[in-house]
């Protein structure tokens, strides 16, 4: 109370000091908690997917799974995400008038425009990955990287890192614990969720996958690279 | 594919190493490989290319002469790509084993010397150590006029200013017959599954490629390699470029003619006479 | 003015007439800077380099600037671990100028560098075989042990004494000096070699490429005994410079003497090893690579001709080497001065050949020689070590202790 | 509450500490490095389906196969995939540059009409309105004579279309650039009183006796020539060259025959006496194909005497008796003329004196020998050689009421190719109004009042005969491979179209809704086989024997360079390589980048000397010249090469360009311009195979 009342003058004449320690101390926690809090909030920019897509239904009504849509070419590579054509032998007409399926159709099957999806698992250009070598070759389910997407009703929203384009999060963190459950991989799926060349490496080499590269003796750089 | 067979597909790949053998003289220098290698590789190309000192180029054709006045002189087309050097002892190569980043590598089990764009941070130790300047930096960002940026090749990855570029031997090619492999079931991967773009585009059919280890390959044939040597090539009128310093290339080179063989390393001065004394007998041809 | 510096000199000019002195030395060093940000926004296309000259001045730079910060380990040596007291009149300004080169040569490794924002590779990714990542490491850590050599120097400024912590932390490191020397002395031979080992190791080079032992080649091993030898002369020379400009005697003669006999056995020695080390280069290494060893001197007489060997071996090396083991030839301190800059100079000579006349020469036998100019911009960045240097120099004169015994000697 | 110093310190260390023991600094060091790996302004090419398209390569009259590789719709590269590694295969850089050629900026996006301020994009509509009103004021005017069109060749159904629009509209001023087929007609007629063209069947020759001809640098149909030779390497044939520089070609040769330039046709009729002279077999041969022998003999005797070739060629009179002895030794001896690569008008010399060497050695018709081909196209369209384009651009020129008042220009580029260009230009120019079909901008359409554009060789259906020298002339397709980029057409629709407009006079002959429905009507029932092979045999009709001819019209002395000696002491002459596009149009930026320092630097371009030559000019390697003909001059360079003749200049084709393309544009100079033209005698084409010179120091 009196404080409002005492003349300002009086503070300057017993100007009492921050303690060194206490300065320490908050320079200390503020810095340390933006770097664990209010960095990564300025850093992923979250984007709605262009279509509340439902893997479950369709998963359902496809009849040969995820390779209904997420296909093998002839000559082995993979189409990926799938373009506006599969689509559009379903969605031809408007069925239960939802702004989504409208806006698919008029949007995207009419104007035969690919739908913009954000892609967790994108991966960079100078990447050459062989679904073939890892789902033929290496027996591996499409879960084991993508994690239950298949059965997600609503797709998760796109955490975007503003400065390499990537998504925050491969579907459920499996990338990371697929390489199987060194330390460092147990330490990464919890701390960087974003997917990194260890991911790969990990799994490779717990495959005994390695040799090649006389610097390494891991696999020669072009495996994966190109 | 069980991890047994994973393992013999593994062994039955570590003991690839491909190569290349230029025929110089089927060579006319024609530039067919150069185009065809831009155009593969997406090798950016500027207004002006007529410094060839900062030119970015994958594979380049070198003419040479025996530098005798007319009407004696002779010249010879060579085409030079990267050699993919398999090194002193295996995998030493000269630039591999200088680069700080593992930006750039030689894997054992196709003998084949990767640059990894991403990974490089440009400090070009990697050029100084080339003795074949096979290596080429990107000064500059690519620049593609309006449009052009159409036929950018997807399996190759557009490099970005500030690295270091370089023949990978066309290796997504490798990729891709791998892929269909994989997709099919299948181990091994035909001769003509993986060729070069350069190979593929010789209009005089001077380029052979193939795998070296693999007595099936014509170029096993036309070269014998002496394994136990780094690849020294057995065949009559075979040759590599530097052979003394022991880089042991994996692309050879072939002519009758005796003045272009000596060409390919360097003489000591007395050698030198003896061997454009064995060079002269061909110059009889010569109207 | 006396409180601001606490060097108890007394005649002290104003600070006003000091930086007005500098002031050129400013415009220069703006200019370098103004050359280092267009070369990190526009890229590496603002030098004169190209894929033949993938090594150029800056490389050059850095090779003789390490070279010559050489004086700040191999005086430390001399000092903490052999013991040479009297030294102490001259380590601290060793270790300055030693701080100031390794510095600048940081900063031009990351000038030199395609893509600077990657320059963090080189650590992480690290590479055990390149010789690049040796001096990478090496250079950086012992950057860290001279700056720590340098605190307690700094902390001698009055002012910051002021402040128990530091003035206790000044205290405690000085005690621990020898270690830091130590480590720095143990750091620099790897360093100052994995240097000489860059060129040595390219055996794709004939002209650079040496055998040697283990992984190092001979190169190797002449670096850092090249580095021990023009390091201390470097040291002198800028010593004598701040004498000049100060107009104050700053270092005992004897100091002087010493550290100049020392320097002159070491290029002596250094002159006749690398002696041996041609002749069996020219001998036998390059004959195995099937060059006659004339062909590096006489292909381009004009730029890379023997005039080089002459110039390095016997000029700027056989010469100051006896000039400064002989009692008469270091009591005439002109004599003196001269040789320790015919040192500098060898040294400087010695990297900038085996940098340039390597990428110059042409290998394959159908290629021909390439002749390189630098480009403003790479001047205007190799200025800035000097630039720096000069101000650092300058600052630290008047406001720390970087002779201890000046005040006596005037 | 205040803060000292001590307190600030304290303050900022914490907070380094804190930061040091959060994410942050090392996150943000990854993530702004793997930025540096995904520049925004670096492009990243999108995956998608492979897919690869067998079509027919139209850029030269080669008309090779090639194999189209796409991703998506994306064109990405050009190849000629075979099943088999060993069977040959391969194209040349020009082929290469498809996909290049295809996305260039230079193409011609849309209609566009010229107006005091450059050119302004117009509507199909607007354009083909225009042409129409021409075409009926030109009627009107009761002069339909005075429309003339101008075609790249006289092959095919575009010039068949082209030429049948004139005679329908009642002109008669149908032309095309001559070719050295063309010449070969020209002079086979006036000899034999019916026009053929070569078959050379090079593959089982057992010697080849080439006048100057580039086999390895695009001669014929290049990828044939460049087979052909590699087979030579593995059947044991020899290749002899007759050429005054180390050409490439002289280079792949076995024998180099460094004949002074232009006496080609000397040396060979040289060669013709010394075979009449040795053997009797020779003389039988003769008399039985010329209905003159003894005033050809005598000719040859009084005109051919070894010595007098030998002055006239270079050579040692031993070397040209050897030479023909050799020749005529061989099992399967053929000789071969046409320079560089034999497309443009051959001297009818040359032609006459390859012709006679080849009856001499009894292989005409013969297996490795020369075949006489008729040409499946109307004679009527090729044998109008007497009035050559230049000779009419010339007229157009000089007249003072314009011969030409309506010029249609397409699939050629005379403004930069033909002989003299500045010349073609003013001509063109004086023309009151130019329509040219182009894909891409060229230095004719530039000089045109209404630019239509057409369909690239990658977006078309076009049908495409070779005959280029081959023994087995073949008939090609192009097909639409990419789908088309601009607003571009067919010029057959456009000239169906404008017929139709036109009304009754005209409508009838163009029954056709569109080209196409053409072209499948023309092909008939090779439409099927030809839309799946992409290349089909043309059915040749070989003359089987030769007509009794009369020579005496080719016994004149050979055409001189003009201009004097004094004057011009040097002789220039042109080289090609398949690095440079020869043709009508400009280099792709990837041929330009392949370009030797030695032929181009910055936009200088250069020319080949010998290094004896240039010491007595004093002049030493990149020195900079004016260089002069009795035509015109240009700023070059000099290369020392050892392999040109002392006394040569030899300045690259293919450079100069002017048209606006950043990367071909403005570099080095255009050959023509410095050429000029020569007039051959019998046929009227121009056959300047070089000019005296002089160079000046600037």
Redesign the interface.
């Known amino acids: 109370m009196d404080r409002n009342f005492s003349p300002p003058g009086k503070h300057r004449i017993k100007?009492?000091?921050?303690?060194?320690?206490l300065?320490?101390?908050?320079?200390?926690?503020?810095?340390?908690?933006?770097?664990?809090i209010g960095?990564p909030e300025l850093?992923y920019e979250k984007q709605p997917q262009p279509i509340a897509f439902n893997h479950k239904l369709h998963t359902k009504l496809a009849d040969r799974g995820c390779e209904s849509c997420h296909a093998f070419?002839s000559?082995g590579?993979f189409?990926?995400v799938p373009g506006i054509e599969n689509c559009a032998p379903c969605h031809s007409t408007v069925e239960n008038g939802r702004s989504d399926e409208v806006r698919l159709i008029q949007d995207f099957i009419e104007k035969r425009e690919d739908i913009p999806w954000l892609v967790y698992a994108r991966q960079?250009?100078?990447v050459f990955f062989s679904h073939a070598a890892h789902v033929k070759s290496g027996d591996l389910v499409c879960e084991t990287c993508h994690g239950n997407i298949g059965e997600s009703t609503t797709p998760l929203i796109y955490e975007k890192?503003i400065?390499?384009?990537?998504s925050r999060q491969i579907w459920g963190q499996n990338m990371v614990l697929a390489a199987g459950t060194s330390f460092f991989a147990e330490v990464r799926s919890i701390?960087?969720r974003e997917m990194k060349m260890d991911d790969c490496v990990d799994c490779h080499e717990t495959h005994e996958l390695s040799g090649g590269s006389v610097q390494t003796n891991k696999q020669g750089c072009f495996i994966c690279h190109k | 594919m069980s991890k047994q067979t994973m393992m013999k597909k593994r062994e039955q790949e570590k003991r690839r190493k491909f190569g290349m053998l230029i025929d110089l003289?089927?060579c006319?220098?024609?530039?067919?490989c150069?185009?065809?290698c831009?155009?593969?590789n997406?090798i950016p190309?500027r207004?002006?290319?007529?410094d060839?000192l900062t030119?970015i180029?994958w594979i380049r054709?070198f003419?040479l002469?025996n530098?005798?006045?007319?009407?004696e002189?002779?010249?010879?087309?060579l085409p030079m790509p990267c050699m993919h050097c398999q090194g002193k002892e295996t995998g030493h190569t000269p630039c591999v084993s200088v680069c700080p980043v593992t930006a750039t590598d030689y894997d054992s089990s196709t003998g084949i010397v990767s640059q990894i764009?991403?990974r490089c941070f440009g400090c070009r130790y990697c050029m100084v150590a080339c003795p074949y300047h096979s290596r080429s930096f990107n000064w500059s960002?690519?620049v593609?006029?309006?449009?052009?940026?159409?036929?950018?090749?997807?399996q190759v990855s557009?490099?970005?200013?500030g690295v270091v570029e370089k023949c990978s031997f066309c290796y997504h090619r490798y990729q891709e017959a791998r892929d269909k492999a994989h997709f099919e079931g299948r181990r091994n991967i035909a001769?003509?599954a993986y060729?070069t773009?350069c190979t593929?585009?010789?209009?005089?059919?001077?380029i052979t490629f193939g795998d070296l280890n693999n007595p099936g390959h014509?170029i096993h044939q036309m070269v014998q390699p002496d394994l136990e040597n780094g690849g020294r090539p057995k065949q009559k009128n075979v040759f590599r470029l530097l052979e003394r310093l022991g880089t042991n290339p994996a692309v050879y080179y072939s002519s009758t003619r005796t003045w272009v063989r000596n060409m390919g390393d360097n003489r000591l001065l007395q050698e030198n006479r003896q061997h454009t004394a064995a060079g002269s007998n061909l110059q009889d041809?010569?109207? | 003015m006396d409180t601001t510096s606490g060097t108890g000199r007394l005649n002290h000019c104003s600070p006003r007439r000091f930086y007005l002195q500098l002031l050129p030395v400013f415009v220069l060093l703006t200019w370098g800077i103004y050359a280092m940000i267009r070369v990190w926004a526009l890229g590496l296309n603002q030098t004169h380099m190209n894929n033949v000259y993938g090594f150029a001045l800056w490389i050059w730079a850095d090779l003789a600037i390490i070279a010559l910060g050489g004086g700040a380990f191999f005086t430390g040596l001399l000092r903490y671990i052999l013991g040479k007291k009297e030294l102490t009149a001259i380590i601290n300004f060793a270790v300055l100028v030693g701080v100031i080169c390794y510095g600048s040569a940081m900063l031009i490794l990351a000038l030199d560098v395609g893509?600077p924002?990657?320059f963090?590779?080189i650590y992480w990714h690290a590479n055990v075989h390149s010789m690049l990542t040796e001096v990478a490491f090496c250079l950086t850590v012992y950057f860290v042990i001279l700056n720590i050599e340098f605190l307690p120097v700094l902390l001698e400024n009055p002012k910051l004494r002021r402040?128990p912590f530091l003035k206790h932390l000044g205290h405690n490191t000085h005690a621990i000096m020898g270690l830091f020397a130590g480590i720095g002395v143990f750091l620099s031979f790897f360093h100052q070699g994995s240097l000489g080992g860059m060129t040595g190791v390219l055996y794709g080079r004939p002209f650079a490429y040496r055998e040697g032992v283990l992984i190092w080649p001979w190169t190797f091993f002449l670096y850092t005994w090249s580095a021990a030898a023009a390091g201390p002369c470097f040291t002198l020379l800028t010593m004598k410079l701040t004498e000049l400009v100060s107009g104050r005697k700053l270092v005992p003669d004897r100091v002087v003497d010493l550290l100049a006999r020392i320097a002159g056995w070491m290029i002596l020695s250094y002159t006749v090893a690398k002696t041996i080390d041609t002749v069996y280069w020219a001998g036998t290494t390059t004959v195995a690579a099937g060059f006659s060893w004339t062909r590096f001197y006489s292909e381009n007489a004009l730029f890379h001709g023997y005039w080089i060997l002459v110039l390095e071996i016997i000029v700027c090396g056989l010469v100051p080497g006896l000039i400064l083991v002989s009692e008469k030839g270091r009591i005439k301190k002109g004599l003196l001065f001269l040789s320790v800059v015919l040192v500098v100079v060898g040294i400087c000579i010695n990297r900038w050949t085996l940098v340039m006349q390597t990428v110059a020469m042409p290998v394959l036998p159908f290629e021909k020689w390439s002749l390189y100019l630098p480009s403003w911009q790479e001047v205007a960045t190799t200025l800035i070590p000097l630039c720096s240097g000069i101000i650092l120099v300058a600052l630290s004169y008047r406001y720390l202790v970087l002779f201890p015994e000046e005040n006596q000697l005037n | 509450?205040?803060?000292?110093?001590?307190?600030?310190?304290?303050?900022?260390?914490?907070?380094?500490?804190?930061?040091t023991?959060?994410?942050?600094?090392y996150?943000?060091?990854d993530?702004?490095?793997?930025?540096?790996?995904?520049?925004p302004?670096?492009?990243?090419?999108?995956?998608?389906?492979?897919s690869f398209v067998n079509s027919v390569c139209t850029l030269c009259p080669g008309g090779c196969p090639i194999t189209v590789r796409k991703?998506d719709e994306?064109?990405?590269?050009?190849?000629?995939?075979k099943?088999?590694?060993?069977s040959?295969?391969?194209?040349?850089?020009l082929g290469?540059?498809g996909?290049?050629l295809?996305?260039?900026?230079t193409r011609v996006m849309s209609p566009m009409l010229r107006s005091v301020n450059g050119f302004q994009p117009i509507s199909w509509e607007k354009a083909i309105s225009i042409l129409v009103s021409r075409l009926e004021t030109l009627r009107e005017g009761g002069k339909p004579d005075k429309l003339a069109a101008l075609a790249g060749s006289n092959l095919g159904t575009g010039p068949a279309l082209m030429n049948r629009f004139l005679g329908a509209f009642g002109s008669s001023g149908f032309f095309h650039m001559p070719s050295a087929d063309d010449a070969w007609e020209a002079v086979t007629w006036k000899l034999t009183g019916r026009g053929f063209v070569p078959g050379y069947d090079l593959e089982r020759a057992t010697t080849v006796l080439s006048f100057g001809c580039a086999i390895?640098?695009g001669w014929g149909s290049?990828?044939r020539s460049?087979?052909a030779?590699?087979l030579w390497?593995e059947t044991g044939t020899t290749l002899v060259q007759v050429e005054p520089r180390?050409s490439?070609?002289a280079?792949?040769a076995?024998?180099?025959?460094?004949c002074n330039p232009g006496a080609e046709a000397d040396l060979a009729l040289g060669m013709c006496r010394v075979l009449l002279e040795r053997y009797p077999v020779c003389r039988d041969r003769l008399g039985a194909a010329v209905t003159n022998p003894d005033e050809f003999s005598s000719h040859l005797y009084h005109h051919y005497s070894l010595e007098q070739v030998a002055a006239m060629t270079g050579?040692t009179g031993s070397?040209i008796e050897s030479l023909a002895v050799d020749f005529a030794a061989s099992k399967h001896p053929l000789a071969i003329c046409g320079k560089d690569e034999g497309r443009s008008p051959i001297a009818s010399r040359e032609v006459f004196a390859t012709l006679m060497l080849n009856i001499l050695v009894g292989r005409i018709n013969r297996p490795g020998g020369l075949y006489c081909i008729e040409r499946k196209s109307d004679s009527r369209l090729s044998a109008n050689f007497l009035h050559a384009p230049e000779k009419v651009f010339a007229a157009a020129a000089e007249t003072s009421e314009p011969s030409i008042e309506l010029l249609l220009v397409a699939g050629a580029n005379p403004c930069y190719s033909q002989s003299n260009p500045r010349k073609t230009v003013e001509a063109i120019r004086k023309i009151p109004f130019v329509v040219s079909f182009a894909s891409h901008w060229n230095e004719t359409a530039m000089n045109s009042n209404l630019v239509l554009p057409v369909h690239s060789h990658l977006e078309g259906t076009t049908d495409f005969p070779v005959y280029s020298g081959l023994k087995q002339p073949k008939l090609g397709l192009s097909k639409p491979v990419s789908k088309r980029?601009f607003n571009s057409r067919y010029m057959g629709d456009v000239l169906i179209e404008t017929a139709s407009r036109l009304g009754d006079a005209m409508a009838p002959f163009f029954p056709w809704g569109s080209y196409e429905t053409y072209l499948k009507q023309s092909l008939g029932d090779r439409w099927q086989e030809l839309n799946e092979k992409t290349v089909v045999d043309l059915p040749q009709p070989k003359i089987r024997s030769i007509p009794m001819m009369n020579t005496s019209a080719f016994h004149s002395l050979p055409t001189r360079l003009t201009g004097s000696r004094q004057e011009y002491p040097l002789t220039l002459i042109a080289k090609v390589?398949?690095?440079l596009n020869n043709n009508a149009d400009a280099s792709?930026?990837?041929?330009?980048?392949?370009?030797?320092?030695s032929v181009?630097?910055?936009?200088r371009g250069f020319v080949d000397i010998?290094?004896?030559t240039a010491d007595e000019q004093n002049l030493s390697e990149a020195d900079s010249v004016m260089l002069e003909t009795p035509h015109g001059q240009a700023t070059v360079s000099v290369h020392l090469d050892?392999?040109?003749?002392?006394g040569l200049l030899v300045m690259a084709r293919g450079l100069g360009h002017g048209a606006d393309d950043?990367?071909s544009g403005g570099k080095g100079t255009n050959v023509n311009e410095l050429l000029g033209e020569m007039t051959d005698p019998l046929t009227g084409y121009n056959i300047a195979w070089g000019a005296r010179a002089v160079l000046k120091k600037v």
């Open positions: 100007n009492h000091y921050v303690s060194p320690f300065a320490f101390l908050t320079g200390f926690s503020l810095l340390f908690l933006f770097g664990w960095f850093l070419r000559d590579s189409t990926g960079p250009d100078s890192n400065l390499t384009g990537y701390s960087a | 003289d089927r006319t220098g024609c530039g067919s150069m185009v065809a831009m155009s593969e997406n190309f207004k002006d290319e007529t060839k030119s180029n054709v003419k002469s530098h005798k006045p007319f009407p002189t002779e010249i010879c087309f764009y991403s960002d690519a593609w006029p309006e449009g052009m940026e159409k036929m950018l090749n997807p557009p490099r970005m200013r001769e003509e060729q773009a593929e585009s010789c209009p005089a059919g001077a014509r041809r010569r109207a | 893509q924002l990657r963090w590779f402040i | 509450m205040k803060l000292n110093r001590r307190g600030f310190i304290s303050l900022g260390l914490g907070a380094t500490a804190g930061l023991l959060s994410p942050l600094p996150k943000l060091l993530d702004i490095s793997i930025w540096t790996q995904n520049w302004w670096v492009p990243v090419p999108r995956d998608g389906q492979v991703v994306r064109v990405i590269s050009v190849s000629n995939r099943e088999t590694i060993d040959a295969s391969g194209v040349c850089p290469l540059s996909p290049q295809l996305y260039t900026p390895v640098e290049p990828l460049m087979h030779r590699s390497k180390l490439n070609t280079a792949a076995d024998r180099w025959i460094a050579l070397m980029l390589s398949m690095r792709s930026p990837f041929m330009m980048k392949t370009v030797e320092e181009l630097r910055k936009n010998n290094p004896d050892a392999g040109t003749a002392p950043e990367y």
